[in-house]
């Protein structure tokens, strides 16, 4: 069975700070997929930044980029330049690519980022 | 604009209601699921379906069932709802995988209190 965990239930970070958001995952399926999600007060979730497990390099998407470390089954998310928008819950989730995993996402625990001014 | 829409943002029942919250999605997706949300735990899936009629359950299906009759609809039905339901209930959909896109869309949410 796949798990995600996220060991940090909260974090603080300066504002134009970056700050590293850790998450682990454990599943014996080769193929797998790497997300993050950003949850803000109001509740919606938004995707940030996908990882493919065959992917060559990190993935970046602006200030998010997702330091993927296969043989220690990481996958952090970094964000540069903190701003007070970020203050929000981030989510780790992997899917695994199976035929019969139909896209379901595992999701950790999840870390809430405050962003001081 | 992609759009996963909940039918309800705020909802409080009493204990031994029948609760129906609906999910409906305008991007033609194959697959919809449903989540629940409680601090410390994360999301954790209730149930999904990959084709109209098809269910499949999750991790968490216990005192829930769904229904979709419809590609773009999918229903989480609360049998007789209990206090330990309350929770937020979130809804998203997706593409198969190996279709390119891999991305889950999510709805607002429905944060549901049973008193």
């Known amino acids: 069975a796949q798990k995600i965990t996220q060991t940090q239930p909260g974090m603080f970070v300066q504002e134009k700070e970056a700050v590293t958001l850790d998450c682990t995952y454990d599943?014996?399926?080769?193929?797998?997929?790497l997300f993050w999600y950003k949850q803000p007060s109001s509740g919606e979730m938004i995707f940030l930044i996908y990882q493919g497990s065959y992917d060559q390099q990190n993935a970046t998407e602006g200030r998010y980029s997702l330091n993927f470390q296969k043989a220690r089954k990481s996958a952090n998310l970094v964000i540069s330049a903190s701003q007070l928008g970020d203050s929000a819950m981030y989510f780790c989730a992997m899917r695994n690519a199976g035929g019969t995993s139909y896209g379901k996402l595992t999701f950790g625990q999840g870390t809430i980022l405050t962003v001081h001014p | 604009d992609v759009k996963v829409t909940q039918s309800s943002r705020y909802l409080v029942k009493r204990t031994g209601e029948k609760v129906f919250l609906e999910c409906v999605q305008d991007?033609?997706?194959?697959?919809m699921f449903w989540y629940r949300q409680d601090p410390g735990l994360g999301l954790r899936l209730i149930y999904f379906?990959?084709?109209?009629?098809?269910?499949e359950k999750g991790d968490i299906p216990e005192g829930y069932s769904v229904s979709r009759e419809k590609k773009e609809r999918f229903s989480l039905i609360l049998e007789s709802a209990s206090t330990n339901q309350t929770s937020m209930y979130l809804c998203?959909?997706?593409?198969?995988?190996?279709?390119?896109?891999?991305?889950?869309?999510f709805g607002p949410g429905t944060r549901l209190t049973v008193t």
């Open positions: 599943t014996s399926d080769p193929s797998y997929g």
């Open positions: 991007m033609d997706h194959e697959n």
């Open positions: 998203a959909s997706s593409l198969p995988p190996g279709s390119g896109s891999y991305e889950q869309y």
């Open positions: 379906s990959y084709d109209v009629k098809m269910k």
